[in-house]
């Protein structure tokens, strides 16, 4: 991947490639890791190589202490960004991930290989509903968890599991329920797409179309049947729409 900092917070999940046709940056959402999107890497073309952003306190990680907020994941992941200049780069962020591919997409500005921001079932900041859930109960935490879907509902019946999930995921809403964007912060001059479930109960297509405002770049939206984690059900289709936009088929 060309550096240390890559390979700390980035995992490949494609066979290594000498010169990708696109390099494709995987942001996880609130209590996820790099290994949700673990199928991707099976379900891409030869030649694009898929990436997702290891956060710490998870997975391989989990040794290291959590990160609090968006600034503090964006500027570390931008820095080892800085290292992926030999193939057109792409973000897509989901739910919180969203949050910081934006944000690393604005420390990225002008940097030659990103090519397009996808960002999917969160509002554009100002148009979401502070839902709080940072200091919900670990019952509160669980029933979010069931009703969003997205998480194996076996692990919830564990107690031992959940003494794992449930502080990751809980830093992950304060982080969520804590970010502002920086005031005055100019415009992105990139394609931007927002993407959500037709059913999704807390993101709507105004919040999501709402991210037009934050890019000077052309605007697309698009919505898929199923809710908050549509994706699990239309990984191809997904994937298939957002390479489509850049020229790969």
């Excluded at 190589?49 to 202490?65: H, K, N, T």
């Excluded at 990160?67 to 992941?77: F, H, Q, T, Y």
């Excluded at 800085?82 to 897509?92: E, G, H, K, Y």
């Excluded at 200091?135 to 564990?158: I, M, P, Q, R, S």
């Amino acid at each position: 991947m060309g550096s240390t900092m890559a390979e700390q917070w980035f995992r490949c999940l494609t066979p290594p490639t000498a010169t990708p046709r696109l390099r494709l940056l995987l942001f996880p959402h609130a209590g996820g890791a790099a290994g949700y999107f673990r199928a991707w890497g099976q379900a891409v073309p030869a030649g694009v190589e898929v990436l997702a952003v290891r956060y710490p306190g998870r997975e391989d990680r989990f040794r290291e202490p959590l990160i609090g907020s968006v600034a503090g994941l964006a500027d570390p992941i931008a820095e080892a960004c800085a290292s992926l200049t030999d193939a057109p780069l792409a973000f897509f962020g989901h739910s919180m991930g969203a949050m910081v591919a934006y944000e690393t997409a604005r420390r990225l500005a002008g940097h030659s290989t990103l090519r397009a921001v996808f960002l999917s079932s969160r509002p554009a900041p100002g148009h979401e509903t502070k839902r709080g859930l940072a200091n919900a109960t670990d019952a509160e935490l669980v029933a979010d968890l069931t009703e969003l879907g997205g998480t194996d509902a076996e692990f919830l019946k564990y107690p031992e599991l959940l003494e794992l999930i449930l502080p990751v995921l809980r830093n992950d809403y304060s982080v969520v329920d804590g970010y502002r964007p920086e005031p005055g912060a100019a415009p992105l001059e990139l394609p931007v797409t927002g993407y959500l479930g037709d059913s999704e109960r807390y993101v709507d297509e105004a919040g999501v179309a709402a991210w037009a405002e934050r890019t000077n770049g052309p605007f697309a939206l698009r919505s898929f049947t199923g809710g908050h984690f549509y994706l699990a059900d239309h990984t191809q289709e997904l994937l298939g729409d957002m390479l489509g936009r850049l020229g790969i088929r």
